[in-house]
Nanobody, 128 residues
Framework: QVQLVESEGGLVQAGGSLRLSCAAS????????MAWFRQAPGKEREFVAT????????YYADSVKGRFSISRDNAKNTVYLQMSSLKPEDTAVYYC?????????????????????WGQGTQVTVSS
């Protein structure tokens, strides 16, 4: 059974920073992609960033490029999302996700339907 457990989010002022983590267990993730998505109230779940476990290639949504950074710790089976220069529009529930290893290219990795496993979500609130 695959489990993804996100760290607690939080409340941060605009311009501030926050780091989320997602600990994965239940299988070997060496050849899969791990991603972060987010969902604001009344909106669809949207792609934020992904990292390919093997090789470390990354993809980012335009809205977070240059402000967010995704990374991984292979030894801990953990992926991180470092968020900086946060804006009120970054307020959302953030979800960690893992795919089956069949995705290729940005459009594939950015599609939430291509991820098989999801964490429970963690709330991030950015105040203005």
């Amino acid at each position: 059974q695959v489990q993804l457990v996100e760290s607690e989010g939080g409340l941060v002022q605009a311009g501030g920073s926050l780091r989320l983590s997602c600990a994965a267990s239940g299988r070997t993730f060496s050849s899969y992609a791990m991603a972060w998505f987010r969902q604001a109230p009344g909106k669809e779940r949207e792609f934020v960033a992904t990292i390919i476990w093997s090789g470390g290639n990354t993809y980012y949504a335009d809205s977070v490029k240059g402000r967010f950074s995704i990374s991984r710790d292979n030894a801990k089976n953990t992926v991180y999302l470092q968020m900086s220069s946060l804006k009120p529009e970054d307020t959302a529930v953030y979800y960690c996700a893992a795919d089956h290893g069949y995705n290729s290219g940005y459009r594939s990795y950015a599609n939430k339907n291509n991820y098989a496993y999801w964490g429970q979500g963690t709330q991030v609130t950015v105040s203005s």
